[in-house]
């Protein structure tokens, strides 16, 4: 059984396209996350969602925004997609507290 | 702002030696979590230390940490080529809404030859 799962694995888009990355755990868990992960393979918190509060990053741009359907879903929404939006982008979850982070498998996004 | 940072960021190692990965952090914090990434693939959970002078043990890697000097070391025995992976330390801020936003260092990238 996959804890964490994302979809699509692969994204190739043209500059300008709005695109969407689904998110699903199976955790039972209470707070979600997506990282971006760029080119040199660094990796920086975009945004934390629990029922109750949404964590931004405020170096992330407003095309992203994250929607969550339900407590076992945060999908990532982005507009008007840019050359520099390239990159992997990783949904984890976790319990609330200081308890480790499990991640999905990734998406690789290409814009072109 | 907190800061993660890692060294070396590129480590060449020869099976059976030891070598130790360092972490550093810039402001308070006792929530540290290393995690391991194979090419093209997931991050993988390894320890999470929540307390001054934690130490965490699994087969050939042990971490620790000393919250008073903000470092976290990730030391590795007798390496073998499954070791070979980047390795990332992540801190948590811990404050108030900031809670399990890690904050990541860039990562170090070990590979074990024979």
């Known amino acids: 059984d996959t804890a964490v799962s994302q979809t699509p694995k692969y994204l190739v888009t043209q500059m300008g396209n709005d695109k969407s990355i689904k998110c699903e755990q199976n955790?039972?868990?209470?707070?979600m996350y997506w990282y971006k992960q760029d080119s040199k393979k660094f990796l920086k918190i975009m945004f934390s969602y629990n029922n109750k509060e949404l964590i931004i990053n405020e170096t992330v741009p407003n095309r992203f925004s994250p929607k969550s359907p339900d407590k076992a879903h945060l999908n990532l929404h982005i507009n008007s997609l840019e050359l520099g939006d390239s990159a992997v982008y990783f949904c984890a979850s976790s319990q609330a507290g200081p308890l480790r982070q499990f991640f999905g498998p990734g998406t690789r996004l290409t814009v072109l | 702002e907190l800061k993660v940072e890692q060294n070396p960021l590129f480590l060449s190692m020869q099976e059976g030696k030891n070598y130790t990965i360092y972490c550093n952090y810039s402001?308070?914090?006792?929530?540290l979590y290393w995690y391991r990434q194979d090419p093209g693939k997931s991050l993988e959970s390894l320890f999470v230390?929540?307390?001054?002078?934690a130490v965490k043990q699994e087969g050939r890697l042990m971490a620790s940490l000393d919250t008073k000097a903000r470092l976290s070391t990730l030391h590795i025995t007798a390496a073998v080529h499954d070791l070979s992976a980047t390795y990332f330390c992540a801190v948590d801020p811990g404050y108030g809404g900031s809670q399990g936003n890690l904050i990541f260092g860039k990562g170090t990238k070990l590979s074990v030859k024979p």
């Open positions: 955790l039972g868990h209470d707070t």
């Open positions: 402001t308070t914090s006792d929530r």
């Open positions: 230390l929540l307390s001054n002078g």
